[in-house]
């Protein structure tokens, strides 16, 4: 059983914003976007004189989704941003609800589509002066497909914004399991001194999907799993793992440390990385037939520095595999020796902490203890902690979490170009050493990852 204790809760101020929401009708808008919104402005974390604009060419009708105290904050305006008069309204309403709004507020615009579109889409609202000096722009990925791609992406967002007004969604960084990693590792004692190579054997990150490419074939099929998700999901997951101590619990401070650890990472090689495709891929609609496309990836990752050197961290993650679970594991060194009658130190449990993240988060630590009894009887003890069991059915959403900070302007969990460019630089030459994938049978648990053994 685990009690909270209670302890210092840092007051979350909503401050008004006007957020457009660029896409409005797509399938993030309405499965995640909204829903988080309506969750935010039921806790009361959206302030009262916020506003949504929804823009989509054809709005969909919310009513029936949402109570009506929620439905009246929101302003629709219907049409194709691309054309000028759809532009001019849209910036004729902002105009209006600034001036309508006696407080300072900022308008957010929350670009909900692919990044080719926004690109040109940022363009024509600069042009049109609707983006000005404190305009906060929220993007999705994929943020380029290679470093120079990547590099050209941003060149091109920086002749517009500051990179203090761009905020990078990795949905995974608003994971409450994610964020907690930082608390976990910088605001206890106990664990922090253990974390390095004299005392971690190895560390796992394992991010294992059930579906497949569903209704993206097209996107995924030329992106593949190492573009989708290892070099943002698995990168920053392991960078938060392994990064050291920023000076500061703020956005630059822990970017800055996050970048450090990406560079750290030596180059990968080819005994190193495994690729897979699930059997049937080929035939899923949208599939190129002869598609070399991996969607699974296995690497070993090791980085450069004091703390780390011969750790090893190996990193996968697959669609189409037997269970959805996405976890990092700290293996802990065993003990040197056993004092223990008839017991050698081999036999005593590893110490293995874990951050669960999904299906459910938590984390659970992996101890050697006695068994009650006269008897000397030693064993594996997990303990379980459950998020559920402190946040109930109150378990914020990913999107919450990122909504609510890109509206308190805090972008500590988002990604800094510094760190997109980095991720790329490691794993250009990875895309370079791409073979034929090992083919696996969907609902297995993947190929074999010969390193891993
Ligand atoms: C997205 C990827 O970023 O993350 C998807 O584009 C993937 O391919 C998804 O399925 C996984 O997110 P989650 O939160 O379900 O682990």
């Known amino acids: 059983m685990f009690r909270w204790r209670g302890g210092f809760c840092m007051e979350v101020m909503p401050l008004p914003v006007r957020l457009v929401v660029f896409g409005a009708n797509g399938d993030l808008a309405q499965r995640k976007l909204f829903p988080a919104l309506y969750q935010l402005h039921r806790r009361g974390l959206l302030h009262e004189r916020s506003r949504i604009i929804a823009c989509a060419r054809t709005a969909k009708d919310l009513t029936g989704l949402y109570p009506p105290d929620f439905l009246t904050r929101i302003d629709t305006i219907s049409g194709d941003s691309f054309d000028p008069s759809v532009r001019t309204a849209l910036k004729n309403h902002l105009d209006a609800l600034k001036q309508a709004c006696p407080l300072p507020s900022e308008n957010v615009f929350y670009f909900s589509m692919p990044s080719d579109i926004y690109m040109d889409l940022l363009d024509v609202l600069n042009s049109d002066g609707i983006i000005t000096e404190t305009t906060r722009v929220v993007l999705e990925k994929p943020f380029g497909s290679d470093l120079a791609s990547a590099s050209a992406f941003d060149n091109r967002l920086h002749r517009i914004l500051r990179e203090e007004q761009i905020f990078r969604i990795d949905h995974y960084l608003g994971k409450e399991t994610v964020q907690n990693l930082f608390f976990f590792r910088f605001a206890n004692r106990i664990f922090e001194p253990l974390w390095n190579r004299e005392h971690i054997e190895s560390i796992r990150i394992t991010v294992s999907e059930t579906l497949g490419v569903e209704n993206r074939a097209k996107y995924f099929d030329r992106t593949g799993i190492v573009r989708d998700m290892f070099q943002n999901h698995m990168l920053e997951l392991m960078s938060l793992v392994a990064m050291e101590k920023p000076a500061a619990f703020t956005a630059d401070a822990l970017h800055d440390e996050k970048v450090k650890l990406i560079r750290a990472i030596r180059p990968l090689k080819k005994e190193g990385i495994c690729f897979g495709q699930y059997a049937g891929y080929r035939e899923e609609p949208g599939v190129d037939p002869a598609s070399g496309t991996e969607t699974f990836f296995a690497a070993r990752l090791a980085v450069e520095n004091e703390r780390w050197r011969g750790v090893p ?141």
């Not at 009894?373 to 003890?381: E, Q, S, T, Y």
């Not at 109150?394 to 509206?407: F, G, Q, V």
């Not at 895309?431 to 891993?452: C, D, H, L, N, R």
Request: hydrophobic share 40%.
């Open 313 to 453: 961290f190996d990193l996968s993650c697959g669609k189409k595999l037997a269970e959805k679970r996405t976890e990092i594991e700290v293996r802990f060194r065993r003990q040197d020796e056993s004092i223990f009658p008839g017991i050698p130190a081999e036999a005593l449990v590893q110490n293995r902490l874990v951050f669960s993240i999904q299906p459910q988060e938590g984390l659970s630590l992996t101890i050697q203890a006695k068994h009650p009894g006269p008897k000397l009887c030693m064993g594996a003890l997990d303990m379980i902690f459950n998020y559920d069991s402190l946040s109930g059915e109150n378990m914020p959403d990913a999107y919450e979490r990122l909504l609510l900070d890109t509206m308190l302007n805090d972008r500590m969990l988002f990604i800094r170009s510094d760190s997109i460019r980095a991720a790329w630089e490691l794993l250009d030459p990875v895309q370079k050493m791409k073979g034929t994938p090992i083919i696996y049978e969907a609902g297995s648990t993947g190929p074999v990852v010969p390193f891993f053994r």
